[in-house]
């Protein structure tokens, strides 16, 4: 099925909204089907605009998916600078803000789980900050905080992949934010106590 914009009406867009509702429908895209099976028309189409609009403003499906996850993961983001800048110490801020994340975007946890599947670029956020991470457990990746804090993010991913499954197993019983407060203070105390 073939969009038409009129031409004539694109002076009228308002490029600020116009780049969120293609942001929008990119993370839908590529949480519905992973970085190499969302296409730019596919964005455009749910985006309700052209691929050359896309284009326009993203410049490419790779820097369109970057911008995807730094939008998405801007709390997380935060909360790790300010880890690395010292702010903070210990990992609850990054995983509770990452819970919260989560819970209120759950396609959040398809889009990290589709990356983890395939191989599409390491978000530029985590490059640019890989080292400084690293640096802090002094460059071992097998520092065993670090590991705690891995464990801790593939506890907290495991819940938000499976979270409709286990409502069903429960009966379908409204009893997700009471297991997931739980759920969350486990982790933070599996993580302050290994």
Not at 3 to 16: E, F, G, M, V
Not at 22 to 45: H, P, T, Y
Not at 123 to 132: G, N, T, Y
């Amino acid at each position: 099925m073939r969009q038409s914009i009129n031409p004539h009406s694109r002076k009228q867009l308002d490029p600020a909204r116009t780049r969120a509702d293609i942001l929008n429908g990119a993370l839908e895209c590529f949480a519905l089907k992973g970085f190499a099976g969302a296409s730019v028309q596919d964005i455009a189409r749910r985006a309700r605009v052209t691929k050359s609009l896309v284009l326009y403003h993203f410049g490419s499906k790779q820097e369109l998916w970057q911008a995807c996850i730094e939008h998405r993961a801007a709390p997380v983001i935060a909360a790790l600078d300010r880890l690395l800048d010292g702010v903070t110490q210990g990992f609850t801020d990054i995983l509770k803000t990452r819970f919260e994340l989560f819970r209120q975007h759950p396609e959040t946890a398809r889009l990290l789980f589709w990356a983890s599947l395939e191989a599409p670029p390491l978000p530029i956020f985590m490059q640019h900050r890989r080292e400084r991470l690293l640096a802090r457990f002094g460059g071992d990746p097998t520092h065993p905080e670090l590991v705690k804090l891995m464990f801790a993010i593939a506890t907290m991913d495991g819940w938000f992949l499976n979270r409709s499954l286990y409502t069903a197993m429960g009966g379908g019983a409204d009893w997700s934010e009471h297991v997931e407060q739980r759920l969350l203070d486990g982790i933070l105390a599996m993580v302050s106590s290994l």
